[in-house]
């Protein structure tokens, strides 16, 4: 398992952008599959986005999959190094808010809908979002 370390949560009003940022220890094929989750207590772990850096030509996977409820919202993108993953959110709700997880895996589907593969998980870093 690779470490990963999240930055840029906080608070923002609504409306308001915040950006995510996580690093991983390394590049390995554990990391090729890096993505972002989030959850809210009481609730299910939510995909957001994911981002596919591995060999496979998977059809769409390296320019990012996204949960149609960030889509057009929210903007990952990968450094040239592999290790670090952003996640832009912009026109942030007060239903943004939430424990953002990220998250890492071999996987070349890389599908923000299939958390089962992703093996090695962040901290978490609390986004809010207030009126």
């Known amino acids: 398992l690779v470490q990963l370390v999240e930055s840029g949560g906080g608070s923002v009003q609504t409306g308001g952008s915040l950006r995510l940022s996580c690093t991983a220890s390394e590049y390995t094929r554990m990391t090729e599959c890096m993505g972002w989750f989030r959850q809210v207590p009481g609730k299910e772990r939510e995909g957001l986005a994911t981002?596919?850096?591995?060999?496979?030509?998977?059809?769409?996977?390296?320019?990012?999959y996204y949960a149609d409820a960030v889509k057009g919202r929210f903007t990952i993108t990968r450094d040239a190094d592999k290790k670090t993953v952003h996640l832009q959110m912009s026109n942030l709700k007060s239903d943004d808010t939430a424990m953002y997880y990220c998250?890492?895996?071999?996987?070349?589907?890389?599908?923000?809908?299939?958390?089962?593969?992703?093996?090695?998980w962040g901290q978490g870093t609390q986004v809010t979002v207030s009126s």
């Open positions: 981002f596919y850096s591995g060999p496979v030509p998977v059809p769409g996977a390296h320019e990012g």
């Open positions: 998250a890492a895996g071999s996987t070349s589907t890389c599908s923000p809908k299939r958390p089962w593969d992703f093996d090695s």
